[in-house]
């Protein structure tokens, strides 16, 4: 059993924990740097733990392919992979602690105008304040009930808000930090209420576009929306419009319908829109590569023993 | 009894508290949107809640000035008030809140790299990910366990530090999100283990370059430094030269030793500086200006039925 792992980040701790791991599942390792890298006589390899999709898309005999992201939806268009019957597994769980610090991070830059002072402060200008918003008293609606959105709303219930509430396909979501969960097809009915829009969904058909010129139109006036999920939940062209005419206090877009933004977006040009790189999530913290590699390692010991992987995708359902 | 309310930010509601308030104290009562609005026949009021410090420098009726903020600094220098035994009170309490959030809000930019990507998108530029920090697994020490630092640190908690360290004068608070509360004596001891150091001190002669060149030198590498409290508690020179080496990680500065900052001040160019213009806690969030109202029409009533005022500044600590 031949296993590729991609990833430059990795640190020597990472690396040995793999290599003990590999061991005991009887299997033999190649560390990549990038998937340029892999040589030719490891081209057949069972298993890939790392971005190595050009492999995927040529190696007939690939049987399991371990993404380090939480987000999968690149992988799952059909023909994609050489076998058609290849696992995939995500690394769902391992963003939850990063990204609601983004969320936590990006929401009050904007309700305490953080926005508008930092970059005043950046030519040596010294502003007064301007009105500012809260996170206390305010009526948080969380689109999305995995790791992401439960990590988020532990830290929010922090801050004192009126509410947390979150929406998911099934309504089912036991973390006692949201107030109440509700079912997806209610979506209509909670956005009115909403001071705060929390998004973090995965891409799939449900997904695109959930957040429509209607439903943009159901938020109050003055609210916020933050979306860490997948760019295609949005329809960026209507919430361009409504931050431009001020119906919407502010957004802030961590992933975007085409990455990296292009040079000519409008986006870049809409009022109170705050652009981050897709940066919410990624392998720089190491609290989050650690977990990671935790993941992998307890998944190759499933694979080895015929156990059930973990964060399994079902190709069908998109996560 | 005269009583004059200075505010231009206040709503009629809380004109109609203050006025009910007043009424019940046996009081006359004037709004004013600046000190300068005040008529001659109301310069010789007994009570002042607003900064009307023109006003109290020269009324030698002044028996009460209630500062609507936290810092009260400029009110105790000797001879300031025409009439010595001028009561102060300050509006402790009512900041907590909103000032908790700038701390975390400033140093989640830093840690996450915010400020970098933020500002490279203003010129519409698409950043790679930079090293990240995260307040998970965290060691933060809070210089001040007053309001702020309490609520600070019970918002932080839930980000699950590594440690929260309280430090006080005396060693004591009993709130629960401190793992432990230390006394200043033992600062020195607890800097070389703050990942983060939390300062929201008052200014007070034992305050005073408090986080001098050779405790700064005492923090770890890569440490950062957020300050709220007053300006006075930094050698800024000192702070400059550990960013621009790289010794520290970075810091974020609400209040400085000059206010406004003076344009050719160093620091506006200082590596990993994050400047924000004294804004973490101002009354333009009403949370805050609706608790500072309350505070006030409380101590209004104490005030008029002879009981002891809460937030009293004993001149000679200087809180």
Same mark, same amino acid.
């Given at each position: 059993? *031949? ?7 990795? *640190?020597?701790?990472? *690396? #040995?924990?793999?290599? =003990? ?19 030719? %006589? ?8 790392? &971005? ?31 076998? !058609? %019957? ?43 304040? @301007? ?29 004192? /808000? ?6 998911? @396909? ?11 969960? *509700? ?8 956005? /009115? ?12 058909? !449900? ?28 329809? #960026? ?9 001020? =119906? ?7 992933? &975007?319908?085409?990455? /990296? ?34 993941? &992998? ?23």
């Amino acid at each position: 059993m *031949k296993i590729v792992v991609i990833n430059r980040l990795l *640190k020597d701790t990472h *690396k #040995e924990q793999i290599r =003990k791991a590999a061991a005991k599942a009887g299997g033999s390792l190649l560390f990549a740097e990038s998937e340029d890298d892999i040589p030719s %006589d490891w081209q057949d390899c069972d298993i890939i733990y790392g &971005f190595g999709v050009k492999n995927a898309k040529t190696n007939k005999n690939l049987k399991w392919f371990a993404a380090p992201s939480a987000g999968v939806d690149f992988l799952l268009k059909p023909g994609f992979f050489a076998n !058609e %019957d290849c696992l995939v597994t995500n690394s769902s769980g391992a963003y939850g602690v990063t990204i609601a610090e983004h969320i936590i991070a990006v929401t009050l830059m904007m309700m305490r105008k953080l926005d508008y002072s930092y970059s005043e402060s950046l030519k040596g200008n010294w502003t007064s304040p @301007r009105p500012q918003k809260s996170l206390k008293d305010c009526r948080i609606l969380v689109l999305g009930t995995g790791d992401i959105g439960c990590c988020f709303a532990r830290r929010a219930k922090a801050f004192e /808000p009126e509410s947390i509430t979150g929406v998911s @396909r099934s309504g089912n979501c036991s973390d006692p930090a949201f107030d109440s969960v *509700k079912k997806v097809s209610e979506l209509d009915s909670l956005l /009115p209420s909403a001071d705060l829009l929390v998004m973090s969904l995965p891409d799939t058909p !449900e997904t695109r576009d959930i957040l429509n010129r209607d439903r943009i139109a159901l938020l109050p006036e003055g609210a916020y929306v933050v979306n860490v999920g997948r760019g295609s939940a949005i329809d #960026e062209d209507a919430l361009c419009g409504s931050l431009n005419s001020g =119906k919407l206090g502010g957004a802030a877009l961590d992933v &975007f319908k085409t990455e /990296p933004l292009p040079s000519d977006s409008k986006l870049w040009n809409t009022k109170n829109l705050l652009i981050t790189p897709h940066v919410a999530g990624n392998l720089t913290l190491e609290h989050t590569l650690s977990v990671n590699v935790d993941m &992998f390692c307890k998944n190759l010991i499933n694979y080895a023993e015929g156990l059930p992987l973990d964060n399994l995708i079902d190709k069908t359902k998109g996560y």
